[in-house]
């Protein structure tokens, strides 16, 4: 690992970083550009700082990666992994193997560094600084040597980031009193029904509670009564950011609600870090009313690219620092930054609540971005025995609820039963 020390940058130089299959990945290959003199080139020292180093890989978290407002998507995580990997055109890297540098990001679509040359003591070297990895995913067919470039890099690596098997029955009952199954109440399509009729429904075909949206105009006291007539209970809120977050939370508490799900906003016209406080801040505001009323704000990782990471999102928990504040952790939404059951391990007790959809892989490649959402809970490629293990091992006892694709009774009741074998409640 580069020495922090002395690193100021007296000119720069760009490499493509070149595997064996660099002629697969070639149109993929997209790197930003920035100048030499452009804010870019930052100090080593302020993204080394937060490095965490094992002796398979050197991990950067995104929140240290320098941004750009030309950027279109903050890279998930940076890896530096020992591999053989050619610097430049005619020559290999002069550092060791394991400082040759790999910047990766989601499907192993894109593969770049950059190099800064310093002098020390007049000795020239190569210092190498990760920056940024812009990728278009759903661009990416199957690479069919893609298993070999991986187990090339790191094996370590290889398991984070290889598609999960399908997965398999659970054992009968494994999560029984663990966890709580409910359902969006937006899923719901049978128009005729009233509110009561409808969370009666849903407490038949086996579910224990639901999630409402917030919008202007809510008649909250008709879910009350609802609740009330049908023993049914709206566990959380869905934010719609209308009314506002304390608003949201006073109307969960008015209901029996535990939660308010947030949705950070996130404009990839500014700088990463102007959103990250800019949310911060409206999270806190909410903070007085989540401990007054006893309802806990959760913040949800979604496609907007922001906190696509684990350790990004742990770090945003970290530092709010509430006990009335913590992550709504989607299984689904996260693989296509990365392995759901790595990140329960990471985030641990910082997971309020859960969201349940499936993600498969095969259909993501083949047949487009949004298309990995469309097979049905169990029939994707989550691993869901891996998830389980992971859930039992931070201790997780909670919500975990469906937020897939609708229907009538019978549509939610196979939800249901599906959900019962993916998560071990049967």
Same mark, same amino acid.
């Given at each position: 690992?580069?020495?922090?020390?002395?690193?100021?940058?007296?000119s720069?130089q760009?490499?493509?970083?070149?595997?064996?299959?660099?002629?697969?990945?070639?149109?993929?290959?997209?790197?930003?550009?920035?100048?030499?003199?452009?804010?870019?080139?930052?100090?080593?020292?302020?993204?080394?700082?937060?490095a965490?180093?094992?002796?398979?890989?050197?991990?950067?978290?995104?929140?240290?990666?320098?941004?750009?407002?030309?950027s279109e998507?903050?890279?998930?995580?940076?890896?530096? #992994?020992?591999?053989?990997?050619r610097?430049?055109?005619?020559?290999?890297?002069?550092?060791?193997?394991?400082?040759?540098?790999? #910047?990766?990001?989601?499907?192993?679509?894109?593969?770049?560094?950059?190099? +800064?040359?310093?002098?020390?003591?007049?000795?020239?070297?190569?210092?190498?600084?990760?920056?940024?990895?812009?990728v278009?995913?759903?661009?990416?067919?199957?690479?069919?040597?893609?298993?070999?470039?991986?187990?090339?890099?790191?094996?370590?690596?290889?398991?984070?980031t290889?598609?999960? =098997?399908?997965?398999?029955?659970?054992?009968?009952?494994e999560?029984?009193?663990i966890? +709580?199954?409910?359902?969006?109440?937006?899923? =719901?399509?049978?128009?005729?029904?009233?509110?009561?009729?409808?969370?009666?429904?849903?407490k038949?075909?086996?579910?224990?509670?639901?999630?409402?949206?917030?919008?202007?105009? =809510?008649?909250?006291?008709?879910?009350?009564?609802?609740?009330?007539?049908?023993?049914?209970?709206?566990?959380?809120?869905?934010?719609?950011?209308?009314?506002?977050?304390?608003?949201?939370?006073?109307?969960?508490?008015?209901?029996?609600?535990t939660?308010v799900?947030?949705?950070?906003k996130?404009?990839?016209?500014?700088?990463?870090?102007?959103?990250?406080?800019?949310?911060?801040? #409206?999270?806190? +505001?909410?903070?007085?009313?989540? /401990?007054?009323?006893?309802?806990?704000?959760?913040? /949800?990782?979604?496609?907007?690219?922001?906190?696509?990471?684990?350790?990004?999102?742990?770090?945003?928990?970290?530092?709010?620092?509430?006990?009335?504040?913590?992550?709504?952790f989607? #299984?689904?939404?996260? =693989?296509?930054?990365?392995?759901?059951?790595?990140?329960?391990?990471?985030?641990?007790?910082?997971?309020?609540?859960?969201?349940?959809?499936?993600?498969?892989?095969?259909?993501?490649?083949?047949?487009?971005?949004?298309?990995?959402?469309?097979?049905e809970?169990?029939e994707?490629?989550?691993?869901?025995?891996?998830v389980?293990?992971?859930?039992?091992?931070i201790?997780?006892?909670?919500?975990?609820?469906?937020?897939?694709?609708?229907?009538?009774?019978?549509?939610?009741?196979?939800?249901?039963?599906?959900?019962?074998?993916?998560?071990?409640?049967?």
């Amino acid at each position: 690992m580069p020495s922090p020390r002395n690193s100021t940058a007296l000119s720069a130089q760009r490499f493509t970083a070149q595997s064996r299959i660099s002629s697969t990945f070639a149109p993929f290959l997209r790197c930003f550009r920035e100048k030499p003199d452009d804010s870019f080139s930052t100090d080593i020292r302020s993204v080394w700082r937060f490095a965490t180093v094992s002796t398979t890989a050197v991990r950067i978290p995104p929140h240290a990666i320098p941004t750009s407002p030309a950027s279109e998507l903050a890279v998930s995580n940076v890896l530096c #992994v020992p591999s053989a990997i050619r610097i430049g055109p005619t020559r290999s890297s002069p550092l060791p193997s394991r400082m040759r540098t790999l #910047v990766a990001s989601g499907g192993w679509s894109t593969a770049s560094v950059v190099a +800064k040359k310093s002098r020390d003591n007049g000795a020239s070297r190569y210092r190498y600084h990760a920056l940024r990895a812009l990728v278009e995913i759903s661009t990416l067919p199957r690479m069919t040597n893609r298993r070999d470039f991986i187990t090339r890099s790191s094996a370590a690596l290889a398991a984070a980031t290889i598609p999960a =098997v399908a997965s398999t029955p659970s054992q009968a009952g494994e999560m029984t009193g663990i966890l +709580k199954k409910g359902v969006k109440f937006s899923m =719901v399509k049978e128009p005729g029904m009233s509110v009561v009729d409808q969370f009666k429904m849903l407490k038949e075909v086996g579910f224990h509670g639901t999630e409402l949206r917030t919008e202007n105009n =809510v008649d909250y006291k008709m879910y009350r009564e609802a609740v009330e007539k049908s023993d049914f209970p709206v566990h959380g809120i869905v934010n719609s950011n209308k009314p506002d977050l304390e608003t949201a939370v006073k109307f969960a508490s008015d209901i029996g609600g535990t939660s308010v799900l947030y949705v950070a906003k996130y404009d990839r016209d500014r700088p990463l870090m102007e959103s990250w406080k800019e949310t911060q801040s #409206v999270i806190r +505001k909410g903070l007085p009313a989540a /401990e007054k009323y006893e309802v806990k704000i959760l913040v /949800e990782n979604v496609w907007a690219g922001f906190l696509i990471s684990a350790l990004d999102t742990e770090r945003y928990v970290d530092e709010i620092n509430h006990p009335w504040f913590g992550s709504y952790f989607d #299984v689904g939404n996260n =693989v296509r930054w990365g392995v759901p059951q790595h990140w329960i391990q990471i985030l641990g007790d910082r997971i309020g609540k859960l969201d349940i959809k499936e993600w498969d892989e095969k259909k993501h490649a083949s047949e487009g971005l949004r298309a990995g959402f469309s097979s049905e809970l169990g029939e994707g490629t989550i691993d869901w025995p891996a998830v389980r293990a992971a859930l039992r091992e931070i201790g997780y006892k909670g919500w975990a609820t469906a937020e897939v694709k609708g229907g009538n009774r019978e549509r939610l009741a196979d939800i249901s039963r599906r959900m019962d074998n993916i998560l071990g409640l049967a």
